[in-house]
Each structure stands twice: as C-alpha cells, then as structure tokens.
C-alpha cells in the first residue's frame, strides 16, 4: 500500500506563457493524458517525487482571466475554485507568466492571488525579456505580492530545481493576502502599474525587436507565404515519403516473426491467429508509428520555435471560408498522409467545435492507404489515353480527380457541420505572436515520445482487437468438407513428390508440383472465405451493393479491408485464388479482375463504371478502423467515431451509386 502523501499542483498561465514547457520539465515522461469527465477538453497530469512527497501536476487550459469565456476556460476556472467533480482544489498553484509581457500576464495572476491558495509566480521566458531589454527585480516582485517568485527559462531547464525545491515544502507557503476594491480591469491594471513600477526597467532607446524583424518577412503575403508552403512540403514530404523506409522496416520484422512463427506452430486455428490475427494487429499499430512520430517531431519544433502561430495567421484567412481557423490547416495538410496522425495534431486548435469539425473531416483527405486501391484499378481498367502531346494522361486525371474529390467533400461537409450540428459563430482569430527561440531538443524528444505511447496505449490495443476480430469473422465456422478434400489432394501431391519417385520417374517435374500445390492452398483459402461469417456478410449485403455495380466478392472485399483500406487488394487476391501475397501493381491480380464474371453469367463483374464506382466509394468511406478508434481516443466518446462512419458511409454510398449509374449509361 503507499502511504506516501500526495500534493496537487495546479499549473495556470496564458497561452504560449511555456505554461506546458514547464510542466513538461517538471513531470518529465511520468504524465498521462486524458479528458475531463463531460468535456472533450484535454487534460494532462503528471507526477513527481520531490523527497517523500508524492506531487501530481496538472495542467490546465491556457486562460488570460478567470472569467471564463469558453469551455476550456471554464474547465480551468472550476478546478482552481473546487467546482470539478473530478478533482478537489489544489494545495497549490504555479502561475507561469510571460516574462517579456509581465503587464498583461499578472492580469491572470492578480486574480489567481485573490483565490488563497498557496501560488508560485513563475516568470518564464526571461531570455526573451533579456533580448527586448527588459530587466526585471523578481525580489521586488516577490515582496510586493508576498509570494514567491521564479525565474526561468523551461525550455532549457533553468530554474525548474528551484521550482521543485519550493513545492517541496508547499505546506510553509502562504496565500497571498491581495484583495482589490474592485474587479474593474482599469482599476486592476492600474494596480498592476503600481506593483511594476521599479519591478521593470527597459531601454530609454527604443528598438525594433528580433521577432519583429524576422515577422516582417514571415508574415510577408508574398514571401512569408511562399515559404510556409515550402515549410509544409517539407512536412508532408516527411510524413507522406521520409516515414517509408520505417514502415517498410516494421512490415519487414513483423513478417519475418510470422514466418518464424509459422515454422515454429503447426496449420491450425493456433498459427493462423497468431500470424494473421496478432501480428496482423501488432503490425497495423506498429505501421503508424513512424508518420505519427514525424508528424508530431515536426510541430514539436515549429510550436516551439514560435512558428506555428505565424503559420495559423496566414491561414486563417483561407480557412475562414468555410469556418474554420488557420490552425485546422495543418492537421488536414497531415491527413493526405494518413488521417491518424492528422486526427491526433488537431490538439493544438483550442476551440471545442473547430477542432471536432476538424476532425470529422480529416478522413476524406486522400491518405495513402487508398493509393494502393487506386492503383490497381486504374492500371487495369482506366484506358491509357493521353492528351496535349502526351502531357496529360486520362489516368493521371482520374487520380487527382479522386483527391480532388475527397477535399470538395471536406469543404461542404465543413460548412454543413458548422451550420447545423456544431453550429456556432467562426471565432475570430486573435493570437498573440510568440517570441522566436530555439526549440529544445530535450522537450521535443519527451513530447515525441508522449504522443508515441499514447497512440500505442489507448488506440493500438483497439486496433488490434478489431483486426482479430475480422480475422476471426474470416476464419470462422470450418467447413470439414472443404479442409477434407484440401488435405487429401496435398497428401497425394505430397507422395509423388517424394525424393525417391522424382529419382525413378524423370517425367515428375517438382516445380510443377509446387505450383499445384500453391494453386489448391489457394482454392481453399477462396473456398474457406466464401463460407466464412465474412463471406457470408458480403453475400447478405450483396442486394445493397448491387445497385453499385458490385456483387458478393466487392462487398466481401470492402468488409475486410475495415482494419486497413489497403487489405482489399489481399481480400481480392485471396477471393480470386491468387493468395494474399497479391499488391496493387500485380499483372495476376489485374487481368483475374478483367475476366471475373457475374456468377450464372458470362457478364464481366469489373466495367470502368465499377472501378470508378470503387474507388469513389474509397475516396469518401471511412474504411478505416484506426481513424475511428483515434477519433474516439481524442473524443472520449464513441458518439462522434460512429457518427463519422455513418454519414462517411452514407456519402461515399450515395456518390458510389451516381458514379456507377451515369458510368454505366454513359459508356453504354
């Protein structure tokens, strides 16, 4: 049992005062990541042990006052008043402040000292005050206020032990006895000019700041432009190409453990569920890790350097158009790579409804899990013809049409959301511009880390138990027939193979055994999936996808591709008795696809209107098991992952049908 005594410490400051450098420096990797109970407001918290004393750190949502204007801030205004049924009021408070702006950040503190709780003023980013000029008495502060005042510069690591020092005996701290005549801000920032006045010396000869020079070209509409979409090239470069050689290295360990696995276990339930189950899931969680790492690296860096926030101002007014703020463009710039990661860096949009519609629209940005689809069917059935002296391709056009198609959907999906369901004014973009500073590699790596293992923690074990899941509805029941007759035909290839026959009789060609073999485990493989729960729903839900063009295999196809949008093309290969080994660029798989045809029939299942139909479905579903299960991880709730499968469905069902029914009278 531990008995040791526990202290909470709220964490309080403006945004961008490095409120969350300095809890980060404090907790180090011993914090955990959640919502509060009823809200999709983030909550952080984090341990430290400082002798005896165990502290537990939590770190509220940035405010500028104590009276709240929005849910985060009332969030933070409840716990520092008891008012949250999650926590009781902290022993103590650490109100970070912005150095370089002390006027304007000690309008939050002079309300924190009027609670009598025990406060610590931490005056962070003093280098930056350093650099405008700026000398400030922390001494003289600290005797006028009666607390205790720290200087710092967190993202270094500067004055953290002396923080830890005075939480360390948090219990000989006192309460503040400030109480003003009036709540006016006039008069309050009146008393602050009297409590500032000898606290802050400044240069008598002005100049022009180093941020603000460096603005005057970051912020340019030309070339601040210019370079931020080179920035962002760079990002999704690395996302989108850099992380490839990461995931091609997973994928290559997770195969290589299947195999010994499949050495080391005999055919049977055991071996399949570990192999195409377990691992099938380690690997699907694994796979996303290196985009999400990157991804999260490189806003690490430019958040802390002080970029992020010129780049959401040159947004904002592109974004505004459809309600949105600047700060929604990278997370959606991220999802053409892949919409976990995406989904995940909307944690840095503040305001509750832009950040869900952010999210709600992140899956239709064309991520590279549809590529694959898109490759196979436009090689095997979108005709090569070219236009403008072969400089434009008719394939080349289908494909960025399906991009486009995806960012049309997220533009009115966008707005409807923002007029109906989340509805709500467009807030208007006021941020304060940070300091440019070197970002610190130490805390980059911590949150790097963070965000790694919270992927893993919360929605990899879902991930995984879905995958197993159809795994299973594949699987399951076993037809006896069917493993009967497999068995008996591989015995008797089995004895013609033996080394003493292929020695007496030269007319037995080995290889030609072995492709019979391949060729029979794959009729069963085929067979086993059309009796499977799995294939049996395909087959259930073919009247509903008829009217698509599709019959019972595409439906069976598109059930199992849930865990990942690019298993379609091993569910088609395993379907037309090619194995799950098939890819995209497969010559096998394309022209078996060419010649399927409907069952009863000589009608061929495949047409341009059915690939279309496919890969617009693809374009616009959310056939994407991680994505709903992250959605969920930053909602806390399963309300908002269902309600993006519903109408993502719904929507790709809808234009599916369109496409296939014009298709297929325009081509008639």
């Given at each position: 049992m531990d008995n040791t005594k526990r202290t909470l410490v709220a964490l309080v400051g403006n945004p961008n005062s490095g409120k969350s450098t300095v809890f980060t420096a404090l907790a180090r990797i011993r914090q955990r990541v959640g919502n509060y109970p009823g809200v999709t407001v983030?909550?952080?918290?984090?341990?430290?042990?400082?002798?005896?004393?165990?502290?537990?750190?939590?770190?509220?949502?940035?405010?500028?006052?104590?009276?709240?204007?929005?849910?985060?801030?009332?969030?933070?205004?409840?716990?520092?008043?008891?008012?949250?049924?999650?926590?009781?009021?902290?022993?103590?408070?650490?109100?970070?402040?912005?150095?370089?702006?002390?006027?304007?950040?000690?309008?939050?503190?002079?309300?924190v000292l009027e609670l009598g709780i025990p406060t610590i003023l931490i005056l962070n980013m003093i280098d930056v005050a350093c650099r405008r000029g700026i000398g400030i008495d922390a001494e003289l502060l600290a005797k006028r206020l009666g607390v205790p005042v720290v200087v710092t510069q967190a993202n270094r690591g500067m004055g953290i032990d002396a923080i830890r020092e005075l939480l360390g005996r948090h219990?000989?701290?006192?309460?503040?006895?400030?109480?003003?005549?009036?709540?006016?801000?006039?008069?309050?920032?009146?008393?602050?000019?009297?409590?500032?006045?000898?606290?802050?010396?400044?240069?008598?000869?002005?100049s022009t700041d180093r941020s603000d020079r460096m603005d005057r070209f970051f912020l340019h509409k030309i070339w601040g432009s210019l370079f931020f979409f080179i920035v962002m090239a760079l990002v999704f470069q690395a996302v989108y190409a850099w992380a490839e050689p990461m995931i091609h290295a997973v994928d290559t360990c997770v195969s290589w453990v299947g195999n010994l696995v499949a050495l080391a276990l005999p055919d049977g339930i055991l071996q399949s569920l570990v192999c195409d189950g377990i691992l099938a899931g380690v690997g699907a969680v694994l796979t996303f890790l290196p985009q999400i790492l990157l991804l999260f690296f490189f806003i690490a860096v430019l958040e802390d350097c002080g970029y992020m926030a010129r780049a959401a101002c040159l947004m904002d007014q592109w974004m505004s158009r459809v309600g949105l703020s600047g700060k929604s463009f990278i997370p959606l710039l991220a999802?053409?790579?892949?919409?976990?990661?995406?989904?995940?860096?909307?944690?840095?949009?503040?305001?509750?409804?832009?950040?869900?519609?952010?999210?709600?629209?992140?899956?239709?940005?064309?991520?590279?899990?549809?590529?694959?689809?898109?490759?196979?069917?436009?090689?095997?059935?979108?005709?090569?013809?070219?236009?403008?002296?072969?400089?434009?391709?008719?394939?080349?056009?289908?494909l960025v049409s399906l991009y486009v198609l995806g960012m049309l959907a997220a533009v009115i999906v966008a707005i409807v959301l923002k007029k109906t369901l989340l509805r709500g004014e467009t807030p208007s973009f006021i941020m304060e511009l940070p300091a440019y500073k070197r970002p610190s590699i130490k805390l980059v790596l911590y949150r790097i880390l963070e965000q790694g293992w919270e992927f893993i923690h919360q929605a990899g074990t879902l991930i995984l138990a879905v995958t197993i899941l159809v795994w299973a509805a594949a699987y399951f029941p076993r037809d006896v027939k069917i493993e009967e007759t497999y068995q008996r035909e591989l015995h008797s290839l089995a004895i013609l193979d033996c080394t003493e026959s292929a020695e007496h009789d030269p007319?037995?060609?080995?290889?030609?055994?072995?492709?019979?073999?391949?060729?029979?485990?794959?009729?069963?493989?085929?067979?086993?999936?059309?009796?499977?729960?799995?294939?049996?729903?395909?087959?259930?839900?073919?009247?509903?996808?008829?009217?698509?063009?599709?019959?019972?295999?595409?439906?069976?196809?598109?059930?199992?591709?849930?865990?990942a949008r690019e298993s379609v093309i091993s569910a088609l290969g395993v379907i037309y008795h090619l194995g799950e080994e098939q890819d995209e660029s497969s010559p096998t798989l394309r022209e078996r696809l060419r010649q399927a045809t409907w069952n009863g029939s000589n009608r061929p299942v495949f047409t341009v209107p059915v690939a279309l139909s496919i890969m617009v479905f693809f374009a616009l579903c959310a056939q994407c098991v991680a994505t709903l299960v992250v959605i969920r991880n930053e909602t806390?709730?399963?309300?908002?992952?269902?309600?993006?499968?519903?109408?993502?469905?719904?929507?790709?069902?809808?234009?599916?049908?369109?496409t296939y029914q014009v298709g297929t009278h325009w081509f008639s």
């Open positions: 983030e909550k952080k918290t984090g341990d430290m042990m400082v002798g005896d004393q165990r502290i537990t750190l939590i770190d509220l949502p940035g405010t500028y006052s104590l009276v709240p204007n929005s849910i985060d801030e009332r969030v933070a205004v409840d716990i520092l008043h008891g008012r949250s049924p999650s926590s009781t009021p902290p022993d103590a408070i650490l109100c970070i402040l912005d150095a370089s702006n002390l006027r304007r950040n000690l309008y939050l503190a002079s309300q219990d000989q701290l006192v309460s503040s006895s400030i109480r003003l005549n009036t709540r006016e801000a006039d008069a309050r920032y009146a008393w602050i000019d009297g409590i500032l006045n000898g606290v802050v010396q400044t240069n008598s000869r002005p999802s053409f790579a892949c919409a976990v990661p995406g989904i995940m860096a909307t944690r840095v949009i503040e305001n509750r409804r832009d950040r869900l519609v952010t999210m709600l629209i992140a899956p239709l940005m064309c991520c590279s899990a549809r590529l694959p689809v898109y490759t196979l069917l436009i090689g095997a059935f979108i005709p090569k013809h070219h236009y403008l002296g072969n400089w434009i391709g008719l394939q080349g056009i289908t007319s037995i060609d080995a290889a030609a055994i072995a492709r019979r073999q391949k060729e029979i485990h794959n009729l069963f493989r085929a067979a086993q999936m059309q009796q499977s729960y799995l294939g049996r729903a395909g087959q259930w839900i073919e009247p509903v996808v008829r009217p698509l063009g599709w019959d019972w295999r595409i439906g069976c196809s598109v059930i199992a591709s849930f865990p806390k709730s399963w309300r908002w992952p269902a309600f993006t499968f519903a109408y993502m469905t719904i929507l790709a069902y809808v234009a599916a049908l369109i």
